[in-house]
């Protein structure tokens, strides 16, 4: 356990060492690069959408709102609803300190760490200003140099633990772990200093750039717990992976992984026990003290032993902060407002507590004065006299010069890789991905070559024969062959979807940008769109008896090459754009059935009304079906004249609109590629310019809007109040219940000596177990009595939820031994389930 304290005491003394030799000094003196970061009279405004009733998005509520917005424009009228989150806070988090941020739901903490590490949503109006060492958002990139660290845990599933972590320390760079190495290096030299072998090997080892896996993983993978699940893969709803509090521990690893001194988290004990909350913050807090970093942590409901950790508390409530100062003084502040900690009471519930209307007034420890509630304002009134308020004051009014800034502190590129580091790293991932859905493209693959197996004994060439009556069937299989390239790509649609939501988040943190993630999705998929075009060509174009000539073998070979890109860009980049699985599945079905409808073999293009046929230029099957028509019916073998002075090939294209010269080949060829080109970019831009989904206004009730309005007005108007001054809390007056009395019977249930099995899997037999049953309850035995709530407690796999499960009759899946009675009675199966 204390491994990561020596390690980071062992860099520390190399970092700032001093040797006596004698009477000599030596020193290699260096500095940890620091940031503070300043935020003054902040305030957070957000857009809001009003509505009658529930805010529900249901249709009503959207049909509603759409003729509401009509009103509102033809009366012209401008409507506003803005509800402030966070309202003119002001205040320092330290280098070296670890702050704690706490406040009941809802009251802007998740705002205030994304308005501080430059990630909020830019929909919001945010006044004031935030600096870091003294540097305004405007003067670096504050994206790059903090890490913030959400409360969702998105990853992608088909990604191991280790390969997650890798991918991210590898974007986001090494820092100035180099320059910092080489000049420890060069004072040694000069001081004769001789370092510690270990530590010096593992410094140089996390200060190389590019490396596919890095001795930091490692590092991060065995202070978060992650190494027993380093190598099992992320998971999701449909693939089994990893747990939630692994993920949640995931989530924290991505970013601290980097080399940012500012860590802004929010929620990381989500999911997880009290021990692990309490041994990742021990692990922060070293690094805090003694690496010098700046941390804000968000927890809702920290244990006593992980509270004690802190340095610094700020807590926020209504989007204002009630305290901010060192966590010693904190219980201090409350017993000056009038309010107690008691003995057994966790300090961190009682301060989320206090605020509460309906908690506060056990904590009322002046019982020689009355109680009345003490609002939030209140407590500010009262924070604003208290005495940690004046160094605050001072420190926020003397300014921070950026002299005093290392250098390293602060990153002023977006990116920390340059642009040939960034496309190699995300082509490897793509690359890793592409080999985990190996069984989607060889899936996909074996189905086209068995469909072309059947099409070409239905169109074999035994069959068909040189006119008019059989052309038709030559190009009916020409068509079905561009259909079924095409519809080949739908798989893209859904892969892609499945990735935006990680993308967007990796895309905020400024670790690649969107053509780094582009490209390398469009390069990767040629070798499988010629692998699908080749096996499709070989398969049936000698047997259907196309023209034999080698050249026009190849030139539908590209044709259908060509196609296949186009429709995986295609689906890529309607993916991108509608980003809804369900809504992106239907309207990709849409446009096949349009283009469909436009490529000129369903409605021939001269049938088409005049003023539709520009749709026919407009698809890309249509150039295809020119290109691959004009390549088999100009061949040779199709130039038989007939008795209208026109060839075979010729009465066959204009029969169906595609009377096209020779050339048309390489134009359908360019405009197929241009397509292509065109979708890829949209692709690009889409994921560039678009807004992650979900983030869209606000929508409350009209009721709860007056509420809030309300309320921010008489906060305005409130007046300074020392203490409370109301009335003391009386016990409400007896009141005689009336009505009828329902007949009530409590039942108890027992069970004595109660165990349950069963069947051990194979492989557990095979390595660890060779019991045929494994026993997961033990000779239980006890009763719940009516009346009285009973708290079932225990760690992981202690058996918790298969007992609920076997006293409720819910478990069929083993074999139950013992006594369980409900009632008195013994249980049976059919009526204790339904009773219970």
């Known amino acids: 356990e204390d491994d990561n304290l020596r390690l980071l005491k062992k860099l520390k003394e190399r970092i700032d060492r001093q040797e006596s030799i004698w009477t000599f000094v030596l020193r290699v003196g260096l500095e940890f690069p620091t940031i503070e970061v300043r935020f003054q009279n902040l305030s957070v405004e957000a857009d809001c959408e009003v509505v009658q009733g529930k805010p529900i998005p249901t249709l009503w509520n959207t049909i509603t709102s759409v003729f509401s917005a009509l009103t509102t424009v033809r009366r012209c009228k401008s409507q506003s609803y803005k509800i402030k989150v966070l309202k003119d806070i002001s205040g320092i988090i330290k280098p070296s300190r670890m702050t704690l941020l706490l406040g009941p739901p809802g009251c802007g903490k998740t705002t205030l760490l994304r308005a501080l590490s430059g990630k909020l949503n830019p929909s919001l109006k945010v006044t004031g200003e935030i600096s870091y060492n003294g540097y305004k958002f405007t003067e670096f990139v504050p994206q790059n140099t903090s890490a913030y660290i959400s409360q969702y845990d998105l990853h992608i599933s088909e990604m191991t633990v280790r390969e997650t972590l890798d991918f991210s320390a590898r974007c986001q760079g090494i820092g100035g772990r180099a320059d910092m190495l080489k000049e420890i290096s060069r004072r040694e030299k000069q001081s004769g200093i001789v370092p510690e072998p270990d530590i010096d090997t593992y410094m140089k080892a996390i200060s190389i750039e590019g490396l596919k896996g890095t001795l930091q993983t490692d590092y991060i993978l065995k202070i978060l717990g992650l190494d027993i699940c380093a190598d099992t893969i992320v998971g999701d709803a449909m693939n089994r992976g990893i747990s939630g509090g692994e993920k949640r521990r995931l989530t924290t690893g991505e970013m601290i992984i980097g080399p940012n001194k500012a860590l802004f988290m929010d929620e990381i004990s989500t999911g997880l026990d009290s021990s692990t909350t309490f041994q990742i913050v021990t692990c922060l807090q070293q690094l805090t003290h003694i690496t010098e970093a700046t941390i804000l942590v968000s927890l809702l409901q920290p244990p006593p032993e992980t509270f004690d950790l802190f340095d610094d508390i700020i807590l926020m409530a209504e989007g204002k902060i009630v305290y901010q100062g060192p966590r010693n003084y904190v219980q201090e502040f409350f017993e000056h407002c009038g309010f107690r900690c008691p003995e057994r009471k966790g300090v961190a519930d009682f301060l989320q507590e206090v605020l509460s209307e309906k908690d506060q007034a056990q904590y009322w420890y002046r019982k020689d004065q009355p109680h009345s509630f003490v609002s939030v304002d209140n407590f500010i009134v009262a924070f604003n006299k208290f005495h940690t308020v004046q160094k605050l004051n001072e420190e926020l009014c003397t300014p921070f010069h950026k002299c005093e800034s290392h250098k390293s502190a602060l990153s002023f590129n977006i990116y920390s890789l340059g642009k040939w580091e960034l496309l190699k790293t995300c082509m490897a991932r793509e690359w890793l991905l592409i080999k985990r859905n190996s069984f989607v493209y060889v899936s996909k693959t074996l189905q086209l070559v068995v469909i072309a197996l059947i099409a070409m004994t239905i169109f074999i060439r035994t069959r068909m024969k040189l006119d008019l009556v059989h052309a038709s069937y030559y190009l009916g299989s020409l068509f079905y062959a561009l259909?079924?390239?095409?519809?080949?790509?739908?798989?893209?649609?859904?892969?892609?979807?499945?990735?935006?939501?990680?993308?967007?988040?990796?895309?905020?943190?400024?670790?690649?940008?969107?053509?780094?993630?582009?490209?390398?999705?469009?390069?990767?998929?040629?070798?499988?769109?010629?692998?699908?075009?080749?096996?499709?060509?070989?398969?049936?174009?000698?047997?259907?008896?196309?023209?034999?000539?080698?050249?026009?073998?190849?030139?539908?070979?590209?044709?259908?090459?060509?196609?296949?890109?186009?429709?995986?860009?295609?689906?890529?980049?309607?993916?991108?754009?509608?980003?809804?699985?369900?809504?992106?599945?239907?309207?990709?079905?849409?446009?096949?059935?349009?283009?469909?409808?436009?490529?000129?073999?369903?409605?021939?293009?001269?049938?088409?009304?005049?003023?539709?046929?520009?749709?026919?230029?407009?698809?890309?099957?249509?150039?295809?079906?020119?290109?691959?028509?004009?390549?088999?019916?100009?061949?040779?073998?199709?130039?038989?004249?007939?008795?209208?002075?026109?060839?075979?090939?010729?009465?066959?294209?204009?029969?169906?609109?595609?009377?096209?010269?020779?050339?048309?080949?390489?134009?359908?060829?360019?405009?197929?590629?241009?397509?292509?080109?065109?979708?890829?970019?949209?692709?690009?831009?889409?994921?560039?310019?678009?807004?992650?989904?979900?983030?869209?206004?606000?929508?409350?009730?009209?009721?709860?809007?007056?509420?809030?309005?309300?309320?921010?007005?008489?906060?305005?108007?409130?007046?300074?109040?020392?203490?409370?001054?109301?009335?003391?809390?009386?016990?409400?007056?007896?009141?005689?219940?009336?009505?009828?009395?329902?007949?009530?019977?409590?039942?108890?249930?027992?069970?004595?000596?109660?165990?349950?099995?069963?069947?051990?899997?194979?492989?557990?037999?095979?390595?660890?177990?060779?019991?045929?049953?494994?026993?997961?309850?033990?000779?239980?035995?006890?009763?719940?009595?009516?009346?009285?709530?009973?708290?079932?407690?225990?760690?992981?796999?202690?058996?918790?939820?298969?007992?609920?499960?076997?006293?409720?009759?819910?478990?069929?899946?083993?074999?139950?031994?013992?006594?369980?009675?409900?009632?008195?009675?013994?249980?049976?199966?059919?009526?204790?389930?339904?009773?219970?």
């Not at 893209?492 to 999705?521: G, H, M, N």
């Not at 239907?586 to 001269?606: D, E, R, Y």
């Not at 709860?704 to 020392?722: C, H, I, P, V």
């Open 483 to 836: 259909i079924r390239l095409m519809t080949t790509g739908v798989a893209e649609l859904a892969l892609t979807v499945s990735r935006l939501s990680v993308f967007y988040k990796q895309r905020d943190c400024y670790l690649y940008p969107a053509w780094a993630y582009s490209i390398p999705a469009a390069i990767l998929k040629i070798p499988f769109s010629f692998i699908d075009a080749f096996l499709w060509t070989a398969l049936t174009y000698y047997v259907i008896g196309y023209s034999p000539e080698p050249e026009r073998f190849f030139r539908q070979l590209f044709l259908l090459f060509l196609i296949h890109q186009m429709a995986i860009s295609l689906f890529r980049f309607i993916a991108s754009v509608i980003r809804d699985p369900t809504f992106a599945a239907n309207f990709g079905l849409f446009t096949i059935m349009v283009i469909f409808l436009f490529s000129g073999f369903i409605i021939p293009q001269p049938l088409l009304p005049s003023w539709l046929k520009w749709g026919f230029w407009l698809s890309p099957l249509a150039y295809s079906e020119i290109g691959i028509a004009v390549n088999e019916f100009l061949a040779p073998r199709w130039q038989q004249v007939s008795s209208s002075n026109a060839t075979l090939g010729q009465q066959v294209l204009e029969k169906r609109g595609l009377n096209f010269s020779g050339y048309y080949y390489w134009i359908s060829v360019a405009a197929l590629i241009g397509f292509w080109i065109i979708f890829n970019i949209g692709f690009t831009f889409a994921l560039s310019l678009l807004k992650p989904p979900g983030s869209s206004r606000a929508i409350i009730s009209h009721e709860r809007f007056s509420y809030l309005k309300e309320k921010e007005d008489l906060s305005d108007t409130t007046e300074e109040k020392e203490l409370p001054n109301a009335d003391s809390l009386k016990a409400p007056a007896e009141t005689k219940v009336k009505g009828m009395v329902l007949p009530f019977k409590p039942i108890s249930i027992s069970f004595e000596d109660v165990q349950y099995f069963v069947d051990t899997p194979k492989k557990l037999r095979e390595q660890v177990c060779p019991q045929k049953r494994l026993q997961l309850l033990q000779d239980i035995t006890g009763a719940f009595r009516p009346g009285i709530l009973t708290a079932l407690m225990g760690v992981s796999g202690a058996g918790k939820t298969t007992l609920m499960d076997v006293l409720s009759g819910r478990k069929t899946g083993g074999y139950i031994e013992g006594e369980i009675r409900i009632g008195g009675y013994p249980k049976v199966q059919e009526t204790y389930a339904r009773i219970s």
